[in-house]
């Protein structure tokens, strides 16, 4: 079955950085293009970057552009977020999604990782 493992949250100060990475297992994950979600807190789970099947295009919302990219490594079926100069607000469950052609409303889910920045 379809697997999506997300790693490298964590606690950081205001200013820091995080690398989320996300191995994905049981799809043909070249043929997927892939994307990060977060929910906050009372909030509703928002996209926050995407990315096509060979990195020729990619998405992000404008609270994140400029301090958040988003890579893809398919040989080793994974997706990154690199999250720079973050901020209190950043504080969310992100997870990892896949989809067969859009970001819109993914097929497959992640089980998310926390990320939590204190200023």
């Known amino acids: 079955q379809v697997q999506l493992g997300e790693s490298g949250g964590g606690s950081v100060q205001e200013g820091g950085s995080l690398r989320l990475s996300c191995a994905a297992s049981?799809?043909?994950?070249?043929?997927?293009?892939m994307a990060w979600f977060r929910q906050a807190p009372g909030k509703e789970r928002e996209f926050v970057a995407g990315i096509t099947y060979n990195s020729n295009s990619r998405r992000y919302i404008d609270s994140v552009k400029g301090r958040f990219t988003i890579s893809r490594d398919n040989a080793k079926n994974t997706v990154y977020l690199q999250m720079n100069s973050l901020k209190p607000e950043d504080t969310a469950v992100y997870y990892c999604?896949?989809?067969?052609?859009?970001?819109?409303?993914?097929?497959?889910w992640g089980q998310g990782t926390q990320v939590t920045v204190s200023s």
């Open positions: 049981g799809l043909p994950f070249s043929f997927y293009v």
């Open positions: 999604a896949a989809d067969r052609s859009t970001w819109a409303s993914p097929e497959y």
